[in-house]
C-alpha cells in the first residue's frame, strides 16, 4: 500500500506562481511513476506531468514550459511548480503514483489538492 498526501493549492491570481508536493509513505520503494493530474469542474480527470524514477519527464502540452515536475527520491516527495497560472489551470489536483509489485502495477491517488487561478 501507498499513501499520497497532498499540500500547496491555494488561491493565486493569474500570472502568479504555486508549488505543490506530495508525500508518499508505506511500500514507498515499489514506486516508479509519480505525477500530478487535474480535474475541473464538468470536466474529466487530466495528466498534467508524470515523473519516473529515474526522472523522465512528462508534460501536457497546455502546461510545457510553465510547470516544472521534480522528484526527491530520499523524501519519497513529488513536487509541481507552476508558474504563469492562467484561469483554465483551476482545478483539484491530484497526487499519483504506480506502484510496481510481484502481483501486478497498482495505481495510488492523494485526496486532491484546490488550485484557484483568479483573472
Known amino acids: 500500500q501507498v499513501q499520497l498526501v497532498e499540500s500547496g493549492g491555494n488561491l493565486v491570481q493569474a500570472g502568479g506562481s504555486l508549488r505543490l508536493s506530495c508525500a508518499a509513505s508505506g511500500s514507498t520503494v515499489s514506486i516508479n511513476r509519480m505525477g500530478w493530474y487535474r480535474q475541473a469542474p464538468g470536466k474529466q480527470r487530466e495528466l498534467v506531468a508524470t515523473?519516473?524514477?529515474?526522472?523522465?519527464?512528462n508534460y501536457a502540452d497546455s502546461v510545457k514550459g510553465r510547470f516544472t515536475i521534480s522528484r526527491d527520491n530520499a523524501k519519497n516527495t513529488v513536487y509541481l511548480q507552476m508558474n504563469s497560472l492562467k484561469p483554465e489551470d483551476t482545478a483539484v489536483y491530484y497526487c499519483?503514483?504506480?506502484?510496481?509489485?510481484?502481483?501486478?502495477?497498482?495505481?495510488?491517488w492523494g485526496q486532491g489538492t484546490q488550485v484557484t487561478v483568479s483573472s
Open positions: 499519483y503514483a504506480a506502484s510496481i509489485q510481484w502481483s501486478g502495477v497498482y495505481d495510488y
Open positions: 515523473i519516473t524514477s529515474d526522472s523522465t519527464t
